[in-house]
């Protein structure tokens, strides 16, 4: 299992999201968006071994969670404006108490809550918050080829939309770099695919 923790300091979290101008009012709604994409699509499927939850910080009011799960989610097409009608919906529905994850359609739900929260309830599995000036999140060491069986590990990830990730209260967490430049979140979701996906050895 694969989960992905995407964190929108600015995006909306509640009110009538403005399709035509996710990057600006919508609080960079689109990063998160092609984080999702990134996280839950192929070129023709979905993957259906992860979730990734958007935290959406930027209110009005309390934070929202908004958790897609590959293997039971139904309808999401890889355009970015219909994803961000579906979240439009969501963001428009009652805010429900926090950690209590309420249905909105097939694999997906919300839940009042933050990133905290979020690895609380992932605490079975290490927690790599991926961060450019870090260690590599693979060995370094590893002779090639490199490629063996896929990763099949519960493993947590966590990024940030364009702004940095403040310090984070958790336990089993490692700080990882997929390399000196800092990329683009939905690229780095990528790369970890790619890593997990061929197996590549893990410096956890
Ligand atoms: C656009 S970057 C954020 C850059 C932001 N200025 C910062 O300092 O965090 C979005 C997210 O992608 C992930 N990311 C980008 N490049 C990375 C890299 N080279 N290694 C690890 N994570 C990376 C990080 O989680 C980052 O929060």
């Known amino acids: 299992m694969r989960r992905f923790a995407v964190v929108g300091h600015r995006a909306m979290s509640k009110g009538k999201l403005p399709l035509n101008d996710l990057a600006s009012a919508g609080g960079r709604m689109d990063v998160l968006i092609r984080a999702l994409m990134a996280g839950l699509m192929t070129s023709h499927g979905l993957r259906e071994n992860t979730v990734v939850v958007l935290h959406l910080l930027g209110g009005p009011g309390p934070p929202r969670r908004i958790k897609f799960d590959g293997a039971t989610l139904k309808g999401l097409h890889a355009d970015e404006r219909s994803i961000a009608g579906t979240i439009g919906k969501v963001i428009a529905t009652p805010l429900p108490p926090i950690g209590h994850w309420q249905p909105i359609t097939a694999g997906i739900t919300h839940s009042g809550g933050d990133l905290e929260l979020t690895l609380r309830e992932w ?10 000036n870090t260690p590599r999140l693979w060995n370094e060491s ?10 099949s590990d519960t493993l947590n990830f966590v990024l940030s939309d364009d702004q940095p990730l403040e310090s984070i209260n958790a336990e089993n967490v490692s700080k990882r770099s997929l390399g000196e430049h800092w990329l683009q979140g939905h690229m780095a979701v990528g790369i970890v695919h790619f890593l997990l996906d061929e197996g590549v050895d893990l410096n956890l």
């Open 123 to 132: 605490n079975d599995a290490t927690t790599v918050i991926l961060d450019a």
């Open 142 to 151: 590893a002779s090639l080829p490199l490629r063996s069986q896929p990763n």
